[in-house]
Each structure stands twice: as structure tokens, then as C-alpha cells.
């Protein structure tokens, strides 16, 4: 930010004045020695002077004028005011104490009183550039930028030099969104003044702005080596080495701006989820802690600090602090998107208090956008081909990816041209999307209303969600009612909530004739399975039962720590107790947390399992995860949330799973993916039966052998790898859908 200028001895000069006499000598000598001190830095000697030349001219505007520059300097805004002010009472036509008495009402935040001292200073000296720059940051300051940008520029009309003018006008105009234009100013700043910090942190910052972080980079590190205690342009480099996926750089950037303004929560908050996206995860809820500890009330903190604490399997925690961000900021959507998706995953819960969750989403934050809905215009032939679009930012090697591939490459390009909305860089698999789909849009950069808005432009017909409540939905674009028909489909356990979701594609064994109530959506029941799975070309092969080498079974689960409980963990212990010689192996991100080993270990233990049979691993690369399964033999699924990509994954690598089904849509996964496949015998009653089927299948290491060479066969000629008569069914079901639009 620009400094505001104080006015220089030299302008301390003396008004004409008539008086003379003895008291008049005295008080000009008293004077001139106040001058050379102040000029000399001596301001104690100076203050003492000008102090002595009221004794005899209380009124002297200069004494006066000295008086008030001194206490400024020294901090005391309102003693400077005082003298200042008094000083141009005894000479209206002072203009140079004008200047610095609007500066001390600008400290003491008289902003307009600091606007009408430099406006009258100005008066009396209009080509006054320092005078011009002040006035220019009150107005500033008072938001009133179109009036500041009127005074920088006439300063640098009186001096086309001056870098000072270029930078506050390039800070309004990235104040006004316009980075682009700030840039016009800052770059001929930064290059005539490379030392001048302020410069160069703002035409960093512009940069940044305007999406160019490699640029920004290195202009914002050289701002910070001129102003190591900028807190806030430690801030915006580690933004910017974040976007260049430079994370080591960012965490020392947000460490420096946090250790700069220990109060600077923006910064902690990014400092933790730099911490959590380089798998830190006790470290990053220690700096959500301290972000929410610097400001109570920052959501964001809340959310984060949230998301923490949910893969640390602190549900009740998660769900608190959620409530709390819905509070402070009652249109945070994530906020009530993630307490939807944890609800699905804590013990107890029931379909009821899962469908309220997501109500509470719709009238929040989807009934607000009830009024964008539009009047769909579509052609109402039931019979035409149809526009059919997709939305989501997980076309790619992830579990939506796996689900969905099949209709799109399999799907009559007669009946339907598809449209992809993707909101992912794309990988090899968003690559086979591209390759057979009609239209592909990325929509990255798009806001939520842009995308509403490029759908319905698009005249898409009959619009997919393959996102619920996850990690970057679009749900905010099918709130406003894009496409006259919406299907939520795939990447979502249950309800969305979304009076604007017209229905929901699940299968009988997810939902049976009594769970219509339980979604707000009317439910589409594919015949076999909700999605069909494809499996990932480059998958390796299944390898032998690890109990012939080991000589003890391992049971086995990669799956969220959210996933994980303390009732599941007692009913885990129960299998490990059943099959005394038997190992449990644990892989998934942040399992290795302390927190996670910690619970984990201590709960299995409480019921007597002791932690050499255990082992807890952390994150593993994706080329690498489906090889974990070849360490393990029977897979043990996760309740009430159950696995669906993991029990896909597990039986592709020969891997039986044994489930526990639940009540609600998010307990049923591998029901649904077990029936489908052909292999029922897997599914549980009770848990007792759980203990059982696990126990059995332990207990027959040549059946295992046995098992493991023919899942992947069996599975690949069951209905859940059958992409052609998934896309018959689901195409039948859009078009039934459609037909029901048509008739009104």
C-alpha cells in the first residue's frame, strides 16, 4: 500500500507576519533552532524549541505546525491533530500543515475530516503532487475509488515518473476485478522502481489474478526479499506456488506469512491444507485450530478443520464443525454437502436421519435457486434423438469413471448425442470419454451459474449428475434447473435432496419397494446394478493366495478411515479372534495418521487383538493399489458405509468380500455388486453370520486358491461387467423419462 507522504522541513517556512519587538526576536531565534534540530534529527531538542516559541507566540503556525509533525512521527496521532489543527486556525493559508493535518486525521480514521483537510490544502497549492497522492489514498480508503483514481492520475500527469501513482492505481483496479488493467500501471512501476516492494507485490499479486502463477511466481518471492514482513505477500506467493503444484514452496511461503502475522487466518487455513495435501494430516487440524483460533468465525477454517477431523474418523467432530461453518455463513453449500456425505457413515444413522440431512441441503441452499428454474422450451417429441449431457470432475481413473464408461461407449449415437461437462485435467481414461462422446466442455474455470447457463444454451434434454454431495459437485448448476429432465446416477450414495434431481438410478437390492420415501427423487431400478463396472486395462494379474506362502490368512481393507469405526473395528476383532493365526491389513490415505493408528490399534486391542497382527499403511500410489490385493485373501467390507469401487477392485484381483448390508442406499454397495456379480453367498444376516463367512473362507486355504483363479472370470461374464445390456436398460430408462416429461 502507498504511504502517506508528511511534509518536509523545508516547508516549514515562516508566514509574513507585521509583529515585531523583543518577544518577537526571541521567538524567530527560539524557531530557527527548531528547525535545524527537527532538520538534524534531533526531535527531542527540536519538540523543546517549538515548545519555548509558545511561550512567547502561542499561536505561531510554524511552532505549531513542528509541534505536530514531531508528535506524528513519535505515534501520538490525536496531540499531532491538536497542533496541526491549531496551526492552520492561526494561518488559513497554511497550506503545507493542511497536508500533514489531514495525514494525522487519516491515522486517527477521520477519514472524511482527513478528505477536507487535503482538499483545502489543495486549494491553496493545486499542483501539490504530494498532496495529491494523499488525498487520492483518503478517498481510497473512504471507497470512493473513482475519486482516487481522478487524483492518482493527476499526479502522474504532474509527474509522469512517478511509480508511487502507477501502483495505487494498479491497487484500485485489482480492488475493482480488474487485474488486467492494474497490470497496464504495475509493470512500468515494478520495471522503473525494482526495489520498491509495494510495486512489486502488487504486480505479483495482478498476475496471480489473472491465472498466470508461473509469471508470479518469481515477482512475488522478489517482493518478499524486499519486504520479509509482508505478511500478505507471503500469503499470495504460496497461492501461487500451490497453483505451479509447487507444495514444499507454498508450505514455507505460508509458514513465513504466519510467522509474520501470527493472527493471519486466511494463511493458517492454507498452510493446513497444504499440510493435508502432503498427507500431514495432524499437522494441517493443528493450523485449521489456529486459523479458527485467530478468527472463531472463519467458515472456511470450519470446513477444512471438518474435513480433517473426518478422515481422522471423528464423525460427531465433522459434523459439529460443519454445522457450526452453516451457521457463521448459512449459504455454504460444502459445508451442508459434507454433512450430507458423512451422514451416510456414521453408526446408527437411519434412512430418515439421512434424507433429513440432505432436506436440510434443498432448503438452505437449493430452494434459494428455485426462482432461476427457466421454462425448458425442448422439443416435446418422445421419440427424437435426445441431448444428453454429463456433469462431473471425475472422468477419469476414479470410481465414476469405472461406473460410467460403459454406457457412454456403448450407447446408441441414434438415439443420443452425449455432451461431457468435465471439471477435470484430463488422464488416459478422460481420454476414452473424449474419444465417443458428441461434445466435450471442461468446465474448470466455469462458476456454477455459467455452467446452468452454458447447459440450457446447449439445449441439453436429460442432464446426469455423477456427483451428489462429493468432492467438487456441480450440484449448485442443477439446482437452478438446467435440462428439463435431471438424473442423479453413479458417484452418490442415496438422495441428493435436490427438489431439482427428478430421479435417482439405483437397482432392487439398494433400494426395495419400501425405500421410495427415503429419497426425494423418484427411483429408476436397473435391473441388475446401478452402474456397470470396467474394470482398468492395465490391472495386474491376480497373484496366488497369500496364506499358501504366509501360512496364515490376511484379512484385508483399503478403505477412508471415515469408513472406519469403533463398532466395526469390535466386529473386525471378532473375525480376527475367530481365525486366531489371521493378519488385517490396512491401506488407504491418512490410515498411517497417528490419530488413525492410534484409534485403530487401541480399539482393536481393547478387545484383545494385539498390533503385531496388524498392519496399517498409508497412501499408495494408484498404479500400485490394486497390487495390494495380492497381499491379502478375504476382504472384509466397511459398515453402515459400504465399499463400491473397493469391492469391485477386490473381486477383479480374486479377492472374496464379505459384507454386512445395512438399511440405507450407502450400506448396500456391495449387496448390490455381490448379487450382481453372482456371488450372493458373500452377502451376511447378521453379524454373527459375518464372523461365520469369514471364518469358513479362512479356514480353507485350497478353496481360497480356488476362488482367487476364477472371481475375475466369473465376474467378467456376470451382469455387472455387461456394458451392452447395462446401456440397453439405462437407455430405456432415459427415454422413459423423457417420455414422461413430454406428456407434462
Sequence with gaps: MAKRRISKTRKLSRPVSAARGGKRQAAEAELATAIEAFQAGRLEAAQRAAAAVLDWQPANPVALHLLGVIARRAGDAATAADFLGRAVAAEPGYANAYNDLGGALFDLGRLEDAANAHERGLELLPDDVGQTMNLGNVYRALGRHDDALGQYQKALDLAPGLAGARVSIGMIKRAQGDAAGALKYLRPAAAAEPEMAVAQANLGKALLETGDAAAAEPVLARATGLAPDDAETWFFLGTARRSLDDKAGALAAFEAATAAAPGYARAWNNRGFVLDELDRLEDAVAAYESALAADPGFADAMVNLGNARREQGSLDDALALYERALAAAPGRADAASNAALVQHAVPGATPDAILQRHRTWEAAIGALLRGAWPDHANDRDPERRLKVGLVSADFGFHPV???????????D???FEITGYCGRPPDAMTERFMAVADNWVDTQAMTDADLAERIAADGIDVLFDLSGHTTNHRLLAFARKPAPVQISWSGYPGTTGLAAMDYLISDPRHTGPGDDAHHTEALIRMPASFICYAPRDDAPPVGPAPALENGHVTFGSFSNPSKINAPLLALWARVLEAVP?????????YLDAPSNRTRILDALAEAGIDAGRVTIEG????????????????????????GGATTCEALWMGVPVITLPGDSFASRHALSLLTAAGMAEFVAADEADYVAKAAALADDAAGLQTLRGALRARMAASPLCDAEAFTAALSTAIRDAWRAWCQG
Design 401 to 411: 469413471g469405472y461406473f460410467t464408461i460403459g454406457f457412454v461407449e456403448n450407447h
Design 413 to 415: 449415437a441414434r438415439a
Design 581 to 589: 493365526d489371521s493378519r488385517l491389513l490396512l491401506i488407504y490415505k
Design 619 to 642: 497412501k499408495c500410489p494408484p498404479e500400485r493399489f490394486l497390487e495390494g490385493y495380492n497381499r491379502i485373501d478375504i476382504a472384509l467390507d466397511t459398515a453402515p458405509y459400504s
